[in-house]
């Protein structure tokens, strides 16, 4: 079956970047959008942004807006979350997932296939 693997994290320093990337594998379909939702322990699951099947269309969740730009390259089936200027409440493990759905829903509702996760550390 289908299935989703992040890959990026690590630690970094306030204020620096990295750049996250989710590769789906097996039964895989382009006419799906995909969102990066995050959670640090003890902490809520908050969706941070998602990008529509066609990717014209995009949104983020506002503690990111302006830091954080997801992309993707359906050639690779790869969906990428560049992140900059991070700070450390950035810190947490950070997921894809695949909707139901060839546009964004509200609220981050409606997602499955969810990848294993990478950790994030932002700290000095």
């Known amino acids: 079956q289908l299935q989703l693997v992040e890959s990026g994290g690590g630690l970094v320093q306030p204020g620096g970047s990295l750049r996250l990337s989710c590769v789906a594998s097996?039964?895989?379909?382009?006419?799906?959008?995909i969102a990066w939702f995050r959670q640090a322990p003890g902490k809520e699951r908050e969706g941070v942004s998602c990008i529509s099947a066609s990717g014209d269309s995009t949104n983020y969740a506002d503690s990111v807006k302006g830091r954080f730009t997801i992309s993707r390259d359906d050639a690779k089936n790869t969906v990428y979350l560049q992140m900059n200027s991070l700070k450390p409440d950035d810190t947490a493990v950070y997921y894809c997932a695949e909707g139901i759905a060839s546009m964004c829903p509200n609220d981050f509702a409606h997602f499955g296939s969810w990848g294993p996760g990478t950790h994030v550390t932002v700290s000095s």
């Open positions: 097996g039964f895989t379909s382009d006419y799906y959008a």
